[in-house]
């Protein structure tokens, strides 16, 4: 008998914010696997902290600080290998996701790896999208309205266009690309209807409209543009 | 001392989805306020049950099932009306939703309603598009790529130029909108990459592929597309 995978989606941040199917999974796997930048705390890891049993075998995934794609595929070689060995040996193993394991999540590399060779169970979490809506009390959609989901690297002329084309546009990984995004919003007039989220639903959490937003945006932040046409009556 | 607002999302309908803050707030409020289509059950109440306490005040928010929005505006005014005298008494309210408040949600009607005389906390959940995507086990966004969330209900030109315009495509309310979708997906030859979900993360849950989808679709489907250029790896 194999053990099973679980992708395991932890949501945005708060460890309240972790669904009550993953604390059960977490207190049930033999082993628990995480992404960790080089030199950095393991984000995912810190969300879970708390529902992780002590005695648990735990397998970072060190991700080196590079653009470069090899060496992240190597790490994800080879913390695919040691999760099949203990899958192999019949124990249940779930690899740590900030947000939802399959909206940007890196859990995808270790799926591509693993999938067809074990049964994978994937358990969806709150993303990032709808904490930051949450704490700026913005509505995103309703009735009719489509949702954008763009990330802050594209190039500007592509920006713009999403951004015009639909109802509500959620930029994430604004970081260092807040510049720029910020002035396509102020060519296309919805500079001020845009809100920055940094760190939802941490105790780091700001809130502000973009033009107060600060020089240097952290990875996690987003910009949200609702445009509003609509009353919510 | 007025009472609190909460805007409480369920997830998609395993009450195992329920984040450990919801279930916490779900204990501590007086009242629940649920929205429930006449003549039907609520479904937001029934993903919650297993966690209300039994005595508490219920209200019910009765929609009528008419396409005018007027007899809907009447009788969240009327809700928000009995939330609004709860509140007044000093005591907390959760208004519960499935998925996500902020996400196609009712929420944003008495959000709209009481947002500016009451504290009011927005508790994100996870949302049905992030659920399809895990019952389907099929990754959505990696990268640098983007995602476009589109309701069925759009003209079948804006569909596709809506789907052709982005890298992952999430169709919701698709409903009595099936055969129309799947013309335009046939025709920009993305059919066979579709996938089909009903009642993800319930007990009914079906994942198809498009063509073997059933001819009537109930409202809670969803048609996904990831055009996986990327290959994950």
Redesign the interface.
């Given at each position: 008998m194999l053990g099973k995978l679980f992708?395991l989606?932890l949501?945005?941040g708060?460890?309240?914010?972790?669904?009550?199917?993953a604390?059960?999974i977490l207190k049930s796997v033999s082993a628990v696997a995480f992404p960790i930048l080089e030199g950095k705390e393991s984000f995912a890891r810190s969300i879970a902290d708390q529902y992780i049993p002590k005695e648990i075998n735990q397998i970072p995934i060190v991700i080196p600080m590079t653009q470069d794609r090899l060496p992240a595929?190597k790490a994800?070689d080879k913390a695919a290998q040691e999760i099949s060995e203990i899958l192999d040996r019949g124990q249940d193993v779930a690899c740590l996701c900030e947000g939802?394991?399959?909206?940007?999540?890196s859990f995808?590399?270790i799926?591509?790896?693993l999938?067809k060779m074990y049964e994978?169970e994937?358990?969806?979490?709150?993303?990032s999208v709808?904490?930051c809506?949450?704490?700026a009390?913005?509505?995103?959609?309703?009735?009719?309205?489509?949702?954008?989901?763009?990330?802050g690297?594209?190039e500007p002329e592509d920006l713009r266009s999403?951004i015009l084309?639909?109802d509500a546009v959620v930029i994430m990984k604004v970081g260092r690309h807040l510049d720029k995004i910020k002035k396509v919003l102020e060519e296309v007039e919805l500079s001020s209807e845009a809100v920055y989220v940094e760190y939802a639903?941490l105790p780091a959490q700001k809130v502000l409209k973009l033009k107060n937003a600060p020089k240097t945006a952290p990875y996690f932040s987003m910009i949200l543009v609702a445009k509003g046409a609509d009353?919510?009556?």
């Open positions: 992708g989606g949501g945005p708060d460890p309240e914010l972790v669904t009550v199917k604390v059960r595929q994800y939802d394991p399959f909206f940007y999540g995808m590399y799926f591509a790896r999938s994978v994937i358990i969806p979490g709150v993303t709808t904490a809506a949450a704490a009390k913005m509505p995103l959609l309703a009735r009719n309205e489509h949702l954008t989901v763009i990330p690297t594209l999403r084309n639909a639903s009353p919510w009556l």
